[in-house]
């Protein structure tokens, strides 16, 4: 894929991204605080925990990127924020700073590679692309979980599929 078009790629998703978090964390604001953080069937047990699993993701992984580690980020089943308020302005802003590190990237950028650390002090370069995709992914497959739970939870998880984004777009 040619650079430019990989650029592109990646700022529609980081709109996207935005714009999916947006309508689960609205569904997720009308589950009472108990709800919220009810055990449930699901890898990290709650819709709350799941929720923070996403944010912890994609603080490691833009640190990553930017060169900038989260500070006291440690595990990837960590609770950033218990209570969905603080945890729904946590999303916010990093979804802005994942749209802002997206729009600063350039075409040489986007091919060019980077290297990190992983959570075990493991060190790798990669290209960046490669791994911005698997942010995003991961980000949708933990969304898919958390869309899955309201369902559980009885409330009609919003359509988050990327078709619905470009025709809201539009």
Same mark, same amino acid.
């Given at each position: 894929? *040619? ?5 592109? @790629? ?5 709109? !996207? ?7 689960? !964390?609205?569904?997720?604001?009308? +589950? ?10 699901s890898f990290f047990g709650s819709i709350m925990a799941t929720l923070? /699993?996403?944010?912890?993701g994609d603080s490691i992984w833009l640190g990553r990127f930017t &060169? ?7 595990? +990837?089943?960590? $609770?950033? %924020? #218990?209570?969905?308020?603080? +945890? %729904? ?7 802005? =700073? $994942?749209?802002a590190f997206c729009d600063s990237l350039t075409e040489a950028g $986007?091919? #060019?590679?980077?290297? !990190? #650390?992983?959570?075990?002090? =493991?060190?790798?370069?990669?290209? +960046?692309?490669? *791994?911005?995709? /698997?942010?995003?992914? /991961?980000?949708? %497959? @933990?969304? &898919?979980?958390? /869309?899955?739970?309201?369902? @559980?939870? &009885? ?7 990327? $078709? !619905?984004?470009?025709? #809201?777009?539009?």
């Amino acid at each position: 894929m *040619p650079d430019d078009l990989m650029l592109q @790629h990646v700022r529609r998703f980081g709109r !996207y991204n935005q714009w999916a978090n947006r309508r689960l !964390y609205e569904a997720c604001g009308t +589950l009472p605080a108990a709800e919220f953080s009810a055990p449930r069937p699901s890898f990290f047990g709650s819709i709350m925990a799941t929720l923070n /699993h996403i944010l912890v993701g994609d603080s490691i992984w833009l640190g990553r990127f930017t &060169g900038n580690p989260p500070p006291g980020v440690t595990r +990837l089943d960590q $609770i950033l %924020h #218990a209570e969905f308020a603080p +945890l %729904h302005a946590a999303r916010e802003a990093k979804d802005a =700073e $994942i749209i802002a590190f997206c729009d600063s990237l350039t075409e040489a950028g $986007i091919s #060019a590679s980077f290297s !990190y #650390a992983n959570m075990r002090g =493991e060190r790798f370069t990669d290209p +960046l692309f490669p *791994p911005l995709m /698997h942010f995003f992914n /991961h980000q949708t %497959h @933990h969304r &898919g979980q958390v /869309h899955g739970l309201l369902s @559980h939870a &009885g409330i009609s998880p919003p359509e988050l599929d990327m $078709i !619905y984004f470009l025709r #809201a777009a539009r």
